[in-house]
């Protein structure tokens, strides 16, 4: 299986700032890799998928970089909404999956 | 838009049988693979496996011989089985539409919990 390692497993910061989510692979996984984001009681929600591509609807201070076995989640301005954990999940294979999870937390 | 609905009892006997279904309303069933993913107590994600409108299959092999997972494309919805729980099946379990060539999971049921007790 690919392991997915996510840094750092929380992360306190204030609204406005910009904040950056790292996701590690076990192996080259190319641009196969997608981000979710989820809050408390609801189900994870598609932010961007193939490493850089933002899902129709997601708002444009998200965005995502990375490839081969190191990527980044970025929130430039964050907003009271964008407080959650964020997941990462890889699908160069047939077996698909996540990060542990990144907890964002208001300052 | 697409809306999907996990339903099933919402707890299990150990060695008995996991079922739940999810039906799928608001947008076809055909066309798209449809998944199977479960978030534990401890809040890991771990997918469980996917199923296309036309029937292939690909699913998680730690789960082994334990799981079934079928569909029913007249009825819009698709559903999952799991034999011989234990506790550590205990989680909640989420269907969810799954696009092909990046597999991601885009649009996804409420989640369903189900405990394994006695």
């Known amino acids: 299986d690919i392991q997915m390692t996510q840094s750092p497993s929380s992360l306190s910061a204030s609204v406005g700032d910009r904040v950056s989510i790292t996701c590690r692979a076990s192996?080259?996984?190319?641009?196969?890799l997608n981000w979710y984001q989820q809050k408390p009681g609801k189900a994870p929600k598609l932010l961007i998928y193939?490493?850089?591509t933002l899902q129709s609807g997601v708002p444009s201070r998200f965005s995502g970089s990375g490839s081969g076995t190191d990527f980044t989640l970025t929130i430039s301005g964050l907003q009271p909404e964008d407080f959650a954990t964020y997941y990462c999940?890889?699908?160069?294979?047939?077996?698909?999956?996540f990060g542990q999870g990144t907890k964002l937390e208001i300052k | 838009q697409v809306q999907l609905q996990e339903s099933g009892p919402g707890l299990v006997k150990p060695s008995e049988t996991l079922s739940l279904s999810c039906a799928v309303s608001g947008g076809s069933i055909s066309g798209y693979y449809w998944s199977w993913i479960r978030q534990t107590p401890g809040k890991r994600l771990e997918w469980i496996a996917y199923?296309?409108?036309?029937?292939?299959?690909n699913s998680n092999p730690s789960l082994g011989s334990r799981l079934t997972i079928s569909i029913d494309t007249s009825r819009a919805q698709f559903s999952l089985r799991l034999r011989s729980v234990t506790t550590a099946d205990t989680a909640v379990y989420y269907c969810a539409r799954t696009t092909r060539l990046y597999w991601y999971f885009d649009v996804w049921g409420r989640g369903a919990l189900v405990t394994v007790s006695s």
């Open positions: 192996q080259n996984i190319n641009n196969y």
């Open positions: 193939a490493a850089s």
């Open positions: 999940q890889q699908s160069d294979t047939n077996l698909y999956t």
């Open positions: 199923i296309s409108y036309n029937g292939n299959t």
